[in-house]
């Protein structure tokens, strides 16, 4: 591996991933928009290619003579199913046209999501054999790009990773809990039963995502189901309580509460949000899904990962502490910076 190129290097876990490569002194290519904020990469040597996912040009002259692409970019919040299509389907589609237009194809591998592969239940783990029943749009257009690398499976050497709940430095979503757990030494629970989550440390994700470049299964058509794919979990699901309760111990608070909001409560706090989303036609924080979503296990095995690629991740404990004390370091736990 010597020149790779990263879409969605401006997010969290491009930032990760950038300095995962570097460890290995693998040349960086990242596309990003012209409206990029490149604030996280600035400490780094990097080569940036100005494009888009729906511009196929710009993904045709980003490619070139790379042996690598991680594709990390997608849309997690959008008003409608369209937008979603527009960049996690579409755009992983035009992606990987490109990259079968180059006389020496490279390895494409890309960071899919658990929400790919649909809820789980209680004991059982999601499994890369097991049929994929997303159920919610962001899911749908996410499964929708894995079917479009399946089609150029044949033309381009691809892997597909599926993600839990990815946290660590330099992550916005994850931040409010943090915060909340520290201010009010309180764990808000959606439900009032406890559900179980499959959680990966952004540093755990980029190590399974070099791994899987190197000497990863490769998607193909005609063969059995799973193939060329990877679930990347930390360890066996913890409910969001225990979660909080590990924060808690890193930030010194004891007696972590867990708060638990009704399903009637979420209910209602969705329709505001989404009468919010036909007001003012902005994608928001919360909907229907996400409703529905917080109150259902989403946890699955990285056995497969584990087994073919040597994959262990770090301790949560260890990865909750290590994010914990960035977020102190930076300031964006015990003032009003936000990230």
């Not at 579409?90 to 929400?115: D, I, K």
Request: hydrophobic content about 35%; overall charge positive.
């Amino acid at each position: 591996m010597k020149r790779v190129l990263l879409t969605g290097a401006t997010g969290f876990i491009g930032y990760h991933l950038v300095r995962r490569l570097f460890q290995e002194n693998v040349a960086v290519r990242c596309l990003v928009r012209a409206t990029s904020s490149l604030s996280l990469l600035q400490s780094c040597e990097l080569e940036y290619c100005t494009g888009d996912l729906s511009d196929y040009e710009s993904l045709r002259r980003a490619v070139e003579g790379c042996d690598v692409v991680f594709h990390l970019a997608c849309l997690v919040r959008a008003r409608h199913y369209k937008e979603f299509e527009s960049v996690n389907h579409f755009g992983t589609e035009n992606l990987a046209r490109a990259a079968a237009s180059c006389s020496s194809p490279p390895v494409l591998v890309y960071v899919s999501s658990v929400a790919a592969a649909g809820n789980s239940k209680k004991d059982q783990p999601k499994k890369e054999t097991d049929p994929p029943l997303p159920v919610s749009k962001y899911g749908r257009s996410k499964l929708a790009g894995e079917t479009a690398l399946m089609s150029f499976a044949d033309q381009i050497p691809c892997t597909i990773v599926r993600p839990g709940i990815v946290f660590g430095e330099a992550d916005k979503m994850n931040l409010e809990l943090f915060k909340t757990v520290k201010q009010w030494r309180v764990c808000p629970v959606p439900g009032f039963a406890d559900r179980f989550y499959s959680w990966i440390h952004a540093a755990d994700l980029s190590d399974l995502l070099f791994a899987a470049a190197q000497k990863g299964e490769r998607l193909g058509q005609d063969q059995p189901a799973g193939t060329g794919i990877y679930f990347a979990s930390s360890d066996e699901g913890r409910t969001l309580s225990e979660f909080g309760r590990l924060i808690g111990q890193s930030l010194g608070k004891k007696n972590i509460r867990t708060v638990r909001c009704p399903p009637l409560v979420l209910l209602a706090v969705s329709a505001f949000y989404e009468m919010n989303r036909w007001r003012t036609g902005q994608p928001q924080p919360f909907d229907w899904a996400k409703a529905w979503e917080s109150l259902h296990h989403w946890t699955c095995s990285s056995e497969k990962a584990r087994t073919q690629l040597n994959f262990c991740a770090n301790p949560l404990e260890e990865r909750i502490d290590q994010t914990t004390q960035w977020f102190k370091e930076n300031g964006y736990i015990g003032n009003e910076s936000l990230l």
